[in-house]
């Protein structure tokens, strides 16, 4: 089952680091990645994509990712979206506070390419 993953954070860079790593996913499997650089632009993306899996960053313009996350959380119509919160706060407060507002999981920046796709194909039930 292909599906669609959305990469959403403020740095170019970043964006780009994750969609080389994820475009195996996309050759090999029929994955269709999807990018959006704030939040407003993000959530706006999920409500019209819909897609299985976030890879969210929390420190963003116009909107943050908590608040990202929090109004997916909310809507009964993205209860399947999963996000993944991809983030250099690496607080235990800041940790907790995103898996209570609904992220599947919280990882630290710098992130281990090898580790981002694995979760990616977890999720999307990916198996080589």
Known sequence: MAGKILVVDDEV????????????LEDDH???LLTAENGEEGLDCIRE???ELVF???MMPYMNGYEVCQAVR????????????LTAKGQEADRKHGLE???????TKPFDPDEIL???????NIED
Do not use: N
């Open 74 to 85: 909310e809507d009964p119509a993205l209860s399947t979206v999963k996000i993944i919160l």
């Open 56 to 58: 969210l960053d929390i």
């Open 101 to 107: 507002l609904g992220a599947e999981r919280y990882m």
């Open 49 to 51: 994509e819909c897609p």
């Open 118 to 124: 694995e979760v990616a194909k977890s999720i999307l």
């Open 30 to 32: 029929g994955v269709e």
């Open 13 to 24: 860079h970043i964006r780009m680091l994750l969609e080389q790593t994820l475009e195996e």
